[in-house]
């Protein structure tokens, strides 16, 4: 594992990023996607959040959130372990969008679709491996309850 040096400009970006997080429309398209958000297909999430609607704005707003967090990230401009520490929810966001990606890199004709996000997640799973070996699993266990709960 490569050590990145640290200083205190991670730690400024860091509070950036969460700064950013607590934006009111932000919080809400948070809220939204882990309270509510399910789509099994393109065409179901097409169907149930529509362009135009609050909640595909929501959809977009989230994801393009993230999308840009994994961008700095994985170009180096924070370190790794300072951002893995406190950005869990990355890896959450990743795991409900993750079947629906190939159809959505596919439809928009963009092979980059959440590319950053996708990386990220990855260097997140072996993160967590290497430090809190049993979450992961927890943590897919405790997506996979809350997922099935939704669809009953």
């Known amino acids: 594992m490569i050590m990145q040096h640290l200083d205190h400009h991670d730690a400024e970006l860091l509070l950036h990023l969460y700064e950013a997080r607590r934006e009111e429309k932000l919080r809400q398209a948070r809220e939204w996607f882990h309270r509510e958000f399910q789509a099994d297909s393109l065409e179901d999430l097409m169907k149930r959040y529509p362009f135009g609607s609050q909640e595909n704005a929501f959809f977009r707003m989230l994801l393009s959130y993230w999308e840009m967090a994994a961008s700095i990230l994985n170009h180096g401009l924070i370190n790794d372990e300072l951002f893995f520490e406190n950005n869990g929810e990355m890896y959450g966001v990743w795991a409900k ?10 439809m928009w004709k963009n092979p980059l679709f959440c590319k950053n996000l996708e990386a990220a997640a990855g260097k997140y799973e072996k993160w967590i491996s290497q430090h809190a070996p049993e979450a992961l699993t927890r943590q897919r266990e405790v997506m996979q309850s809350l997922a099935a709960k939704k669809k009953a």
């Open 97 to 106: 969008i993750k079947p629906l990606a190939p159809a959505c890199r596919e």
